[in-house]
Every structure is written in structure tokens, then in C-alpha cells.
């Protein structure tokens, strides 16, 4: 399946494709604020987020955005080349 974040139903597709649970592995890869952060929401609780992405410009996130890492007790993970 794939889903079109363009879309603007694209977090009800989501949902309805993982039952409401998110997805256990999510793979971060273009390295801007938008999917940065969408990744540690639509990851299931106790998944794993890993970021490849390498961002151009600082991110920051806010402490609503931060809980999903600590609440829903997720693995979060880096690569570099």
C-alpha cells in the first residue's frame, strides 16, 4: 500500500491500514520538519523510528511532539551513509 501524505485524508488511511495501532517500523528519508515529525506519530506504540534524512535546517520539536517518544515508548534510531 502506499500512502500519499499529500492526500488530505492521509492519517485516516493510516489508521484504517493499521487498525488505529500506527506502524511498528517507520523510515524517515527526506530529511525535512514535516515527515521528522510525522514519523514519531504515525508509529505504533513501542515501535521503532528510524531517521536517515538528513535535515537542512534545525528542527524543533514541541513538547506535544516529544511525547509520542516517551508515551508511546518508542525506539528511536539513526543511520549515516
Known amino acids: 500500500m502506499c500512502i500519499n501524505t499529500g492526500d488530505e ?5 493510516i489508521s484504517d491500514f493499521t487498525d488505529g495501532r500506527g506502524f511498528e517500523i517507520v523510515v524517515e528519508a527526506a530529511g525535512v520538519e ?3 515529525k510525522l514519523c514519531l506519530e ?3 506504540n513501542k ?3 528510524m531517521f536517515i534524512g538528513t535535515p537542512s535546517k534545525p528542527i524543533t520539536l514541541q513538547p506535544r ?3 509520542y517518544i516517551n508515551r508511546k515508548e518508542l525506539t528511536v534510531r ?3 551513509m
Open 9 to 13: 485524508n492521509f492519517k485516516e488511511a
Open 34 to 36: 514535516f515527515t521528522e
Open 42 to 44: 504515525i508509529a505504533a
Open 47 to 49: 515501535g521503532t523510528v
Open 65 to 67: 511532539e516529544f511525547e
Open 78 to 80: 539513526r543511520s549515516w
